[in-house]
C-alpha cells in the first residue's frame, strides 16, 4: 500500500480535493476518528477523556502555512487560550505549535513575537511544555535555528521535532542532546524529495533506531512517536537491556489511531502521549494520516460503505 503514500500526499494540496472532502458528510465523519473537533470545548473534552485513561494529551490548534499577520496573531491567540484552559482545568496536557501557523510564511520575526508569546505564557502558567512541531524539509532550517534561538533566551519550557527519514537527523539528534533539549522523534510524514530523505522505509526505520539509542542513552526525557510494534518492541527491549526506567521518556501516538495499543502501554505503567489535534483546518492533516497508513483510507471507505 505504499505506492499510495505520494498520490494522496498530492491530494493534501489540491484545493479542488480539500473543498470536496470539507463539504462532504463521508469525509468530515472520518475526520472526526483522527481530529477531536473544531472547537476548544471538543479539544478539552478529548483531553478529559485521554485523561481518564491515564494517557497524558499534547494539543495542537490545526492551522499551519497561514499568509497574512492577522491569521498568525489569531493562531496565536488560539494557543493563548488553549494554555489558560490547560491551568485553569488542571489538565495533564502540553501543546504543540507549527511554526507556520505563527507566520513563519510571513516574517520570521513576526513568527518569533509570537512563538515567544506562547512560551511565556506557558511559563507563566507553571511551565506548561511548548513542542515546536517540524514541517516539511522546506522549514527544517528555519524551525531549528528558531528553536536554539528560543533556548538560547532562556526558554527551557519547549522541545521540538525530529523526523528519521532525514538524512541530517542524527546530527541534529546530537544537537539536542548537546543542549539537553527534549526531542519528539517520529518517521515524518511529508513527500520529501530523495536529496533530503530516505525513500525506503527500512532506511527510515533504522535510523529511527539508531536515534532512538542515542536518544534513551544521553537524551532529555525522549518523546518516541509512532504506531509501528516492530520498533515499539524494539525500544521496551533496549531499555530492559539497558535498565532504563519508564520515567526517562514516553510513547507518543495520534489521537484515534491504536487506542487499544496505547492503553495497554499505559497500563504496563509506560508513560504514553496522545497527539490531539482540532480546528476547522483538519484537511490536510487528515490526508497525511491517511498517507501514513493507507488502512486508514480503506478504514474509512469502508465505514462510508457501511453508512
Known sequence: MSILKEPILK????????????????????????????TLEDALKAARDMNKLGIHVSLDYLGENVFSEAESVASTEQYLNLLGMIAREKLDANISV??????????????????????????????IFVRIDMESSEYTERTID????????????TGTVLQSYMYRTEDDVHT?????????????????????????????????V?????????????????????????????VKAQNIPAEKFEFQMLYGIRRDLQKKLAGLGYNVRAYVPYGSQWYPYLMRRMAERPANLFFMLNNAWRG
Open 210 to 238: 539508531k536515534c532512538m539509542q542515542q536518544l534513551l542513552d544521553n537524551g532529555n526525557y525522549p518523546g518516541f512517536a509512532t504506531h509501528d510494534e516492530k520498533i515499539i518492541n524494539q525500544i521496551l527491549d533496549y
Open 146 to 157: 528558531i528553536f536554539k534561538e528560543l533556548w538560547q533566551s532562556g526558554f527551557r519550557n
Open 98 to 127: 507549527k511554526l507556520t501557523a505563527l507566520g513563519l510564511d510571513v516574517d520570521r520575526r513576526l513568527c518569533l513575537n509570537n512563538i515567544t508569546a506562547v512560551l511565556t505564557r506557558a511559563r507563566d502558567l507553571g511551565g
Open 176 to 208: 539536542m542532546i548537546e543542549l539537553k533539549a527534549r526531542v519528539r522523534l517520529c518517521k515524518g510524514a511529508y513527500l520529501e524529495p530523495p536529496t533530503v530523505a530516505y525513500a525506503e522505509k527500512s532506511d527510515t526505520d533504522s535510523n529511527y
Open 11 to 38: 491530494l493534501s494540496k489540491s484545493a479542488r480535493m480539500k473543498n470536496f472532502v470539507s463539504h462532504n458528510r463521508i469525509g468530515r465523519s472520518a475526520a472526526r476518528r483522527f481530529v477531536a473537533g473544531e
